[in-house]
């Protein structure tokens, strides 16, 4: 008799589905998050620089036609552009970015 159907299955790992499971893959708890203010301070060639508004001692940088179209502008427009944006803490580290909104 072959219970596999009866034993749900992680479609991640394979491991069986129990109480316990989503720690087994570190999830961040819903609605885990904020929402960050940033200022782009310049463009370099495709990129656009930016930095969090209450934070400027680091600069990061993205694709300025990226940022520029999530934001709804021209890329020419995006030095000294206020914006928000919803973070969310990734795996290993990383953040992920959403809900981009011009201030």
Same mark, same amino acid.
């Given at each position: 008799?072959?219970? *596999? @159907?009866?034993?749900?299955?992680?479609? =991640?790992?394979?491991?069986?589905?129990?109480? @316990?499971?989503?720690?087994?893959? &570190?999830?961040?708890?819903?609605?885990?998050? @904020?929402?960050?203010?940033?200022?782009?301070?310049?463009?370099? &060639?495709?990129?656009?620089?930016?930095?969090?508004?209450?934070?400027? *001692?680091?600069?990061?940088?993205?694709?300025?036609?990226?940022?520029?179209?999530?934001?709804?502008?021209?890329?020419?427009? =995006?030095?000294?552009?206020?914006?928000?944006?919803?973070?969310?803490?990734?795996?290993?580290?990383?953040?992920?970015? *959403?809900?981009?909104?011009?201030?």
């Amino acid at each position: 008799m072959d219970t *596999s @159907r009866d034993d749900p299955r992680c479609g =991640l790992c394979g491991q069986a589905m129990d109480g @316990r499971h989503e720690q087994h893959h &570190g999830e961040p708890a819903v609605g885990a998050g @904020r929402r960050v203010k940033y200022v782009v301070i310049g463009l370099r &060639g495709a990129h656009a620089l930016y930095q969090a508004a209450d934070d400027p *001692s680091r600069t990061r940088r993205t694709g300025a036609d990226v940022l520029a179209e999530q934001l709804g502008i021209d890329p020419p427009d =995006l030095p000294g552009r206020r914006y928000t944006c919803w973070e969310t803490p990734g795996e290993y580290g990383g953040v992920f970015r *959403s809900g981009f909104e011009p201030v």
